[in-house]
């Protein structure tokens, strides 16, 4: 099974996490960066609006996978623009896999894993699992029991 991990992070507490997970199932990365960086506010904005940013260049075809796991921060409850916007290049997605990884300052109720989930189902893609990092945990290198959990549901795969 082939895996590609789509990471945006902005202050590195993702990439941390996914830098761990990639070497785990051996998968190929592609991070996901801004054209263009934006103040705090308009960040917190884009994500209430659902708003989409320009980004750079990465893989977003996934003729050559089997399984996408997302990955990025929770902005205003909700997925950053970026993400929005790599999640509307996502080529070639139909009856591939999916699952999704976030970080947070808080674990209280958000709405990004939903709009991700629900985004995805509805390009034919199946849903395998999702997780929530917190950053302090991020921070203490206290994640690994987290992903392992995470992982279990790529072992059917992985063996096959
Ligand atoms: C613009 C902005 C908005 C954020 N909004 C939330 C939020 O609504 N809920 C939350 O738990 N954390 C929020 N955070 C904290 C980040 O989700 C958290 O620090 C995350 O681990 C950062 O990941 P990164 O280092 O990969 O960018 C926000 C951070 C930023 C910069």
Do not use: H
Not at 18 to 43: C, G, M, P, Q, S
């Amino acid at each position: 099974m082939k895996i590609l991990i789509a990471c945006y992070s902005y202050s590195g507490n993702t990439l941390k996490v996914v830098e761990e997970l990639k070497k785990l199932l051996n998968a190929d990365l592609t991070e996901i960066k801004t054209v263009k960086d934006r103040w705090y506010l308009f960040k917190v904005w884009d994500s209430i609006r659902g708003n989409q940013v320009p980004i750079k260049s990465c893989i977003n075809d996934l003729r050559n996978y089997d399984t996408l796991i997302v990955c990025c921060p929770i902005w205003a409850g909700r997925t950053p623009a970026a993400i929005n916007e790599y999640l509307s290049l996502i080529k070639n997605a139909k009856d591939s896999n999916f699952a999704v990884l976030v970080t947070a300052g808080s674990d209280k109720k958000q709405k990004a894993t939903i709009y991700i989930r629900e985004y995805l189902s509805g390009q034919g893609m199946n849903f395998l699992g999702q997780i929530l990092i917190l950053a302090e945990d991020v921070k203490k290198d206290n994640f690994q029991d987290k992903l392992d959990i995470f992982m279990k549901r790529f072992q059917n795969d992985l063996e096959n």
